[in-house]
């Protein structure tokens, strides 16, 4: 059986290990010397199938040669990294199973059942079940939600696979989050907090059925299939210490492509935006990177959406954050703390041409929302 069949529905694949460990040396070097990168022309290769507007069938082709883990290739062949891979397009899944598993009433919560038609009169059902060990994952984080912090690593690892790594380092992910570039070494209470996300990820079970999919849209529906239902762990992976020039490295490497990029990439729903836009002048603190990594999904999807409302509400960015437990002036510190970091971040995105300009919208002297203009 292929490893990386679409439909198998196993949550426990067997997967081999690699004939050699040259690619989880190569991962642990990149934490310590730069060798050489990708050009843009071939990155932008591997992402422009989800951002041009094409024919059906050139929309199947491009998402199979955009595919590291193309089932029609020798996989083995893939696994032979040897040169650094910077990512210079950060890659956004904007599917409606991305976006329900951020909202907070899907893990552990049934079977939902997401609307996913090409308008408002066009009813397709994909159905949805999200599944967490709650006292497995409790011995190693406090929230089992998939949190705007998860996405940013999720969206780092993306960006990190589709240029052609397998096995990826903490640090790797950090720089790739954070718009760095080697020789930046990330703070150590940053990477731990990304191997909590990681470890949290691991635990975490989908199944996507997305059969009605198969059977209305017309990029799918030429495919010969009656049942279509993508199942596994959020992140199919081992990890490796190794000691490289002295320095131990942790290197994660990934067995199968990750189940939400294997779904966006079917329904062609992938963005890339520059991954300099992440080098915000912000204090990059968890709270900070989760803080921009709603902005960043919420700001595409507007730019990909002209029929939403231009906007984004500072209530739905206070949500993010659990603040049951503070004081009120501890928790109006946050917000306030919060509010300078987005107008840093806007004026860096603005300064950057990311967007024209945003203006901030007062009610009774609060703050209100965001209006974003392109």
Same mark, same amino acid.
């Given at each position: 059986?292929?490893? /990386?069949?679409?439909?198998?529905?196993?949550?426990?694949?067997?997967?081999?290990?690699?004939?050699?460990?040259?690619?989880?040396?190569?991962?642990?070097?990149?934490?310590?010397?730069?060798?050489?990168?990708?050009?843009?022309?071939?990155?932008?290769? $591997?992402?422009?199938?989800?951002?041009?507007?094409?024919?059906?069938?050139?929309?199947?082709?491009?998402?199979?040669?955009?595919?590291?883990?193309?089932?029609?290739?020798?996989?083995?062949?893939?696994?032979?990294?040897?040169?650094?891979?910077?990512?210079?397009?950060?890659?956004?899944?904007?599917?409606?199973?991305? /976006?329900?598993?951020?909202?907070?009433?899907?893990?552990?919560?049934?079977?939902?059942?997401?609307?996913?038609?090409?308008?408002?009169?066009?009813?397709?059902?994909?159905?949805?079940?999200?599944?967490?060990?709650?006292?497995?994952?409790?011995?190693?984080?406090?929230?089992?939600?998939?949190? /705007?912090?998860?996405? *940013?690593?999720?969206?780092?690892?993306?960006?990190?696979?589709?240029?052609?790594?397998?096995?990826? *380092?903490?640090?790797?992910?950090?720089?790739?989050?954070?718009?760095?570039?080697?020789?930046?070494?990330?703070?150590?209470?940053?990477?731990?907090?990304?191997?909590?996300?990681?470890?949290?990820?691991?635990?975490?079970?989908?199944?996507?059925?997305?059969?009605?999919?198969?059977?209305?849209?017309?990029?799918?529906?030429?495919?010969?299939?009656?049942?279509?239902?993508?199942?596994?762990?959020?992140?199919?992976?081992?990890?490796?210490?190794?000691?490289?020039?002295? *320095?131990?490295?942790?290197?994660?490497?990934?067995?199968?492509?990750?189940?939400?990029?294997?779904?966006?990439?079917?329904?062609?729903? !992938? *963005?890339?935006?520059?991954?300099?836009?992440?080098?915000?002048?912000?204090?990059?603190?968890?709270?900070?990177?989760?803080?921009?990594?709603? $902005?960043?999904?919420?700001?595409?999807?507007?730019?990909?959406?002209?029929?939403?409302?231009?906007?984004?509400?500072?209530?739905?960015?206070?949500?993010?954050?659990?603040?049951?437990?503070?004081?009120?002036?501890?928790?109006?510190? $946050?917000?306030?703390?919060?509010?300078?970091?987005?107008?840093?971040? !806007?004026?860096?995105?603005?300064?950057?041409?990311?967007?024209?300009?945003?203006?901030?919208?007062?009610?009774?002297?609060?703050?209100?929302?965001?209006?974003?203009?392109?």
């Amino acid at each position: 059986m292929n490893k /990386y069949n679409l439909f198998d529905n196993s949550t426990e694949q067997k997967n081999e290990l690699f004939d050699d460990i040259d690619d989880i040396f190569s991962a642990a070097n990149k934490d310590l010397e730069q060798t050489c990168t990708f050009t843009d022309d071939k990155e932008q290769k $591997l992402l422009n199938s989800s951002n041009r507007k094409k024919t059906n069938k050139k929309i199947k082709k491009d998402i199979s040669s955009s595919d590291v883990f193309d089932e029609n290739e020798n996989e083995y062949e893939q696994l032979k990294i040897s040169t650094t891979t910077s990512v210079k397009k950060r890659v956004l899944t904007r599917d409606k199973v991305s /976006y329900a598993l951020l909202s907070k009433d899907v893990i552990n919560k049934g079977e939902k059942l997401l609307s996913v038609g090409k308008n408002t009169s066009e009813t397709v059902l994909t159905k949805l079940v999200v599944s967490l060990d709650l006292e497995e994952v409790g011995k190693i984080s406090n929230n089992i939600e998939f949190t /705007y912090f998860d996405k *940013s690593v999720f969206d780092a690892v993306c960006s990190l696979l589709m240029i052609g790594n397998k096995a990826i *380092s903490l640090a790797m992910i950090a720089r790739t989050m954070l718009g760095k570039k080697f020789p930046y070494h990330p703070n150590p209470e940053l990477l731990n907090e990304i191997d909590e996300s990681i470890n949290k990820l691991e635990r975490i079970k989908i199944s996507i059925d997305m059969s009605e999919e198969f059977a209305r849209f017309s990029q799918l529906k030429n495919e010969d299939v009656s049942k279509a239902v993508l199942s596994s762990r959020f992140f199919e992976c081992r990890r490796f210490d190794t000691i490289v020039k002295g *320095s131990q490295v942790n290197v994660i490497v990934f067995t199968q492509e990750p189940i939400l990029l294997k779904y966006a990439k079917r329904r062609a729903q !992938l *963005s890339s935006v520059d991954n300099f836009l992440l080098d915000t002048p912000t204090k990059k603190t968890k709270n900070l990177i989760t803080v921009q990594s709603y $902005l960043l999904q919420r700001i595409n999807m507007l730019k990909l959406n002209k029929n939403l409302p231009q906007c984004i509400m500072f209530d739905a960015i206070y949500e993010l954050f659990d603040v049951t437990n503070l004081s009120i002036d501890t928790k109006k510190s $946050l917000y306030s703390r919060i509010r300078k970091s987005i107008i840093s971040i !806007l004026d860096y995105w603005k300064k950057e041409n990311f967007l024209k300009e945003y203006e901030i919208e007062k009610q009774k002297g609060s703050y209100y929302k965001i209006n974003i203009i392109f």
